[in-house]
């Protein structure tokens, strides 16, 4: 019997010893922290430097943790500083500043602490060939008539001629809202928002007549669809306020004196200021050819949408600006102008007059009503300048002071259709 206990007894011994080691290396199993796979991408994967690499370590994975929980930290110039914090965002743009040949260091830390680093190899040369591609563009339009003068050849056209001619006579454009163009508009014109205007020519087979509310965001569109190949388009006088005096509000709501008496508005005769030269405008492009260059430019141009300005703005802050007075000398002279302001009247590439114009400031230009410097706008955005319009040109500054180019209600309205 009492062999039997002490056999009993030492069978109850081994087991427990081997419950107990089972659970110490258990214990010793959960204990262990293994240190994150670091890995990464970079696109490209040569470049020189003008190249901004992208760098991506979304790749690294961890055993125990979730890789929203690891965090990384980058030596992009293999000299053991780290050009990043740790950071839970795995993705870093990084532009070098000299060639040559670089180990990227990546580390990957996961919540416990624990670092897996990996690398690889980077080649760096120089610079590129520099593409000038205003230069590309500037040659292209001057090559094809199409530089400025060109384009602000007989480019407006009077609401009586067309009714005279007959409006069926013209492929018409309405770039007003829908809900504007549903409450009325010239019968057979058609509906597009500016940005889709090349779209909806491609189906003319007639002449083209942009309209809008007042005659000048029409000429943005009617700059597009002239470097585009239809070189008879043109755009409504005063827009449809010029068409039926139903829809004038939008004229008779900015005209005014707001500049008679204002401390920047220089009474007749005027002081222009003396033109100086400055740099070339510039701008990326995809591409090097000048007629792609230039159908980007326009497309750039057309969704970045209407650029205007209000009077107010400019006359309290002339010097922030570089001010175009797109007047004749003569009517400086009559009328007075901005304080500060240039007068480059023709504006021209060929003949080298926007080179009076600053890169480096906003453009804004101002006519008698807005509708020649809206074309000028459009053209000088396409150029690369941040090109804006005083909204109404004199019309909205010294209305009651000018002789001509007042807007007026139409004496006779036309034809609209809902």
Not at 239 to 248: E, H, R
Request: aromatic share 12%; charged share 15%.
């Amino acid at each position: 019997m009492k062999k039997k206990l002490l056999f009993l007894i030492l069978f109850i011994f081994i087991i427990y010893s081997c419950k107990k080691d089972d659970d110490n290396s258990s214990n010793t199993n959960n204990l262990t922290n293994n240190p994150p796979i670091a890995s990464f991408g970079v696109n490209p994967v040569n470049g020189n430097i003008q190249t901004v690499f992208l760098f991506d370590a979304n790749g690294s994975t961890d055993f125990e943790d979730n890789d929203s929980l690891l965090m990384v930290r980058w030596d992009f110039n293999s000299d053991g500083q780290w050009e990043t914090q740790w950071d839970f965002n795995k993705i870093a743009n990084y532009q070098f500043a000299q060639q040559g040949d670089y180990a990227v260091k990546l580390e990957v830390k996961d919540s416990k602490g624990a670092i897996g680093n990996t690398s690889r190899d980077i080649q760096v040369d120089s610079a590129g060939p520099v593409v000038d591609e205003f230069a590309i563009l500037k040659t292209y339009l001057i090559a094809n008539n199409l530089d400025l003068p060109d384009i602000l050849n007989s480019w407006i056209i009077d609401a009586d001629v067309v009714n005279a001619k007959g409006s069926d006579q013209y492929y018409i454009i309405d770039i007003r809202s829908a809900t504007d163009y549903d409450y009325g508009h010239i019968a057979n014109a058609i509906n597009s928002p500016l940005a889709d205007i090349l779209i909806y020519a491609a189906s003319a087979i007639k002449p083209i007549l942009v309209v809008c509310y007042t005659g000048q965001t029409s000429g943005q569109a009617v700059v597009a669809l002239r470097l585009s190949g239809y070189a008879d388009a043109k755009v409504l006088k005063w827009g449809m306020a010029g068409w039926d005096s139903n829809f004038a509000v939008p004229w008779e709501n900015n005209i005014g004196d707001i500049a008679v008496g204002h401390a920047s508005w220089i009474i007749s005769p005027g002081q222009i200021s003396s033109t100086q030269s400055f740099a070339d405008p510039s701008f990326a492009s995809t591409y090097t050819d000048g007629a792609m260059i230039l159908e980007e430019r326009v497309d750039y141009m057309l969704n970045k949408g209407f650029q205007g300005i209000t009077n107010i703005d400019v006359l309290d802050n002339p010097y922030n600006y570089c001010i175009n007075v797109y007047l004749t000398a003569a009517d400086v002279v009559n009328y007075g102008n901005i304080s500060g302001a240039y007068r480059i009247n023709p504006l021209s590439l060929s003949s080298g007059e926007y080179l009076g114009l600053d890169p480096n400031k906003t453009i804004v230009s101002y006519c008698y009503t807005g509708q020649t410097t809206s074309m000028i706008t459009a053209y000088l955005t396409i150029l690369g300048y941040d090109a804006k319009i005083i909204k109404f040109g004199l019309n909205g500054m010294i209305y009651s002071n000018l002789y001509s180019h007042k807007y007026t209600l139409p004496t006779t309205d036309y034809p609209v259709v809902p």
